[in-house]
Structures are given as structure tokens and as C-alpha cells.
């Protein structure tokens, strides 16, 4: 089994920042892509970042510039730098794996979230 855990979500005022985590857990292999995803009140999932195990990351259009993705290997874990926060970033954070375990099968695992507010 593979767990995928987010944190670092929080109340904040407009033009702050913060950093988010997700780690992955469980009997894993290798870590290919770890991608961000986020749901705003009243709206659909949408994607925000993905990181490739090569450490080459990709944005939606709406978080270039301000947002910045990584990966620590060794870990098992994705960060997602936020600055210049907008209320529009309001929403909540959802990590999203894929990975292949110890005897090769392939795993796309979800956490559960967590909350960003965005307000003054």
C-alpha cells in the first residue's frame, strides 16, 4: 500500500506565503510523478503543478511565477512553495502519486488534503 499525506495548509492574508508537503509512504520503488492539484469552493479540480522524478516540473498558467514545486528523494516528498498568495489560490490542496512499489506494480495514490485560505 502506498499512503500520500499533505501539510502545511493554514489561514493567510493576501501577498503571503506558505509552504505545503506531501509526503508518500509505503513500500515504494520509485516516485515518478508527484502533481498538486486544488479544489476552490463551488469549483472542479483543477491541476496546479507536477514534478518529475528528473526533478523537471510543469505549471498551470494561473501559478507560474509564484508558485515553485520540488522534490526531495531521499524523502519521499513534494513541496510546493506558494508566494504572493491571492483569495483566488483559496482551496483545498491535493496531492496526487504515481509510483511503483518493490515488485514493480504500478500505484496512483491520492491524499486527502489540506485547507489554504486565503483572506484578509
Known amino acids: 500500500q502506498v499512503q500520500v499525506e499533505e501539510s502545511g495548509g493554514g489561514l493567510v492574508q493576501p501577498g503571503a506565503s506558505l509552504r505545503l508537503s506531501c509526503e508518500v509512504s509505503?513500500?515504494?520503488?520509485?516516485?515518478?510523478?508527484m502533481t498538486w492539484y486544488r479544489q476552490g469552493p463551488g469549483k472542479q479540480r483543477e491541476f496546479v503543478c507536477t514534478?518529475?522524478?528528473?526533478?523537471?516540473?510543469t505549471y498551470a498558467d494561473s501559478v507560474r511565477g509564484r508558485f515553485s514545486i520540488s522534490r526531495d528523494n531521499a524523502k519521499n516528498t513534494a513541496y510546493l512553495q506558494m508566494n504572493n498568495l491571492k483569495p483566488e489560490d483559496t482551496a483545498v490542496y491535493i496531492c496526487?502519486?504515481?509510483?511503483?512499489?518493490?515488485?514493480?506494480?504500478?500505484?496512483?495514490?491520492w491524499g486527502q488534503g489540506t485547507q489554504v485560505t486565503v483572506s484578509s
Open positions: 514534478v518529475y522524478d528528473g526533478g523537471i516540473a
Open positions: 509505503g513500500s515504494i520503488f520509485r516516485t515518478k510523478e
Open positions: 496526487n502519486v504515481l509510483c511503483t512499489d518493490e515488485f514493480g506494480d504500478a500505484h496512483n495514490s
